[in-house]
């Protein structure tokens, strides 16, 4: 991005579902200074153009060809192409990355978070890194989550809600996070994994409603057990746990800790949070493994994959 003359405070543009890279490309967005602006990846091209020339985005980051012909940008990057690229070749431009992320202030921009557009234009809000810092620490204060606590993430981070707790959040409480493959897979991975705390919407427990409705309603008389064990399933109320204030965190059975290897560290929150050289040491205890690799958005690159 700095080779394509993205400078501190310039806005990038950045599309696509949740995976690893999506995180990656939104902390180095920001480890130079710029601001990331998230598009929902089910956005119609004349959305992602409104968005673009609302926010006067000069860059942008697509998680594949199809994601990239929705943005009338002159450069588009692409996470299968040019960002596996950047993280093979290894970091590049430390020394200007560093100054960059060290004149980067508490209430400089962030991030500018727009509204899907479906009931009208997409409406922009600004965020500083203060924000989102603030926020983090926050809500983690307030809940009962900390190091042994694991996140399923599926809510899209195009969505304030689900990027600041999903990532920032969970930062913070210093647990698991894992990424999703979309909500038609949520049930196979919330068996699989097993999450202690997991952020949702309204509008997921309505669709898992309406889907118990129509299992229910596709009973025959004839299999009555089964249709008073839904019914009795559909009418049970859920524990206090699970009906948390403004911040829908649902906590549930608790599993015991998987490896992780790679942390992320955001600028403004890692410096709030007062994350030194010992943040490997503090890692590898909190997940039980021997190799921790701390990604630093001014001079670290993904580690590869151990088999």
Same mark, same amino acid.
């Given at each position: 991005?700095?080779?394509?003359?993205?400078?501190?405070?310039?806005?990038?543009?950045?599309?696509?579902?949740?995976?690893?890279?999506?995180? /990656?490309?939104?902390?180095?967005?920001?480890a130079?200074?710029? +601001?990331? $602006?998230?598009?929902?990846?089910?956005? =119609?091209?004349?959305?992602?153009?409104?968005?673009?020339?609302?926010?006067?985005? +000069?860059?942008?980051?697509?998680?594949?060809?199809?994601?990239?012909?929705?943005?009338?940008?002159?450069?588009?990057?692409?996470?299968?192409d040019? $960002?596996?690229?950047? /993280?093979?070749?290894?970091?590049?431009?430390?020394?200007?990355?560093?100054?960059?992320?060290?004149?980067?202030?508490?209430?400089?921009?962030? =991030? /500018?978070?727009?509204?899907?557009? =479906?009931?009208?234009d997409?409406?922009?809000?600004?965020?500083?890194?203060?924000?989102?810092?603030?926020? &983090?620490?926050?809500?983690?204060?307030?809940?009962?989550?900390?190091? =042994?606590? #694991? #996140?399923?993430?599926?809510?899209?981070?195009?969505?304030?809600?689900? *990027? /600041?707790?999903?990532?920032?959040?969970?930062?913070?409480?210093?647990?698991?996070?894992w990424?999703?493959?979309?909500?038609?897979?949520?049930?196979?991975?919330?068996?699989?994994?097993?999450?202690?705390?997991m952020? &949702?919407?309204?509008?997921?427990?309505?669709?898992?409603?309406?889907?118990?409705l129509?299992?229910v309603?596709?009973?025959?008389?004839?299999?009555?057990?089964?249709?008073?064990?839904v019914?009795? #399933?559909?009418?049970?109320?859920?524990?206090?746990?699970? *009906?948390?204030? @403004?911040?829908?965190?649902?906590?549930?059975?608790?599993?015991?800790? %998987?490896?992780?290897? $790679?942390?992320?560290?955001?600028? $403004?929150?890692?410096r709030? %949070?007062?994350?030194?050289?010992?943040?490997e040491?503090?890692a590898? @205890?909190?997940?039980? +493994?021997?190799?921790?690799?701390?990604? *630093?958005?001014?001079?670290? +690159?993904?580690?590869?994959v151990?088999?």
């Amino acid at each position: 991005m700095i080779d394509a003359g993205v400078k501190p405070g310039d806005c990038v543009v950045l599309i696509g579902d949740n995976r690893l890279e999506w995180m /990656i490309c939104d902390f180095a967005i920001q480890a130079i200074g710029a +601001v990331t $602006v998230p598009i929902y990846p089910n956005s =119609t091209p004349e959305i992602a153009a409104k968005i673009i020339e609302n926010s006067e985005a +000069v860059y942008g980051i697509a998680s594949d060809e199809r994601a990239a012909s929705k943005l009338g940008l002159k450069t588009v990057a692409r996470m299968d192409d040019e $960002v596996a690229g950047w /993280i093979r070749s290894g970091p590049t431009h430390t020394a200007e990355i560093a100054r960059r992320l060290a004149a980067i202030k508490p209430d400089d921009l962030c =991030t /500018i978070v727009y509204t899907s557009g =479906t009931t009208g234009d997409p409406k922009g809000v600004e965020l500083a890194h203060r924000c989102v810092a603030d926020i &983090s620490k926050s809500a983690a204060s307030v809940h009962p989550i900390g190091e =042994t606590d #694991a #996140a399923l993430s599926f809510l899209p981070w195009a969505h304030v809600f689900g *990027r /600041i707790n999903d990532i920032f959040v969970g930062m913070v409480f210093g647990g698991q996070m894992w990424i999703s493959r979309g909500a038609d897979h949520l049930a196979a991975e919330l068996h699989e994994v097993q999450p202690t705390v997991m952020c &949702s919407v309204p509008r997921m427990y309505e669709k898992m409603y309406a889907a118990v409705l129509v299992r229910v309603r596709g009973l025959s008389y004839r299999r009555p057990r089964e249709h008073e064990a839904v019914r009795r #399933a559909r009418l049970h109320h859920l524990p206090d746990d699970l *009906r948390l204030p @403004r911040l829908a965190v649902a906590v549930l059975p608790r599993r015991p800790r %998987l490896p992780v290897g $790679v942390v992320l560290v955001q600028p $403004v929150l890692a410096r709030e %949070l007062r994350l030194d050289d010992g943040i490997e040491d503090a890692a590898r @205890r909190a997940v039980d +493994v021997h190799h921790v690799h701390v990604l *630093r958005p001014s001079h670290d +690159v993904l580690p590869p994959v151990a088999s």
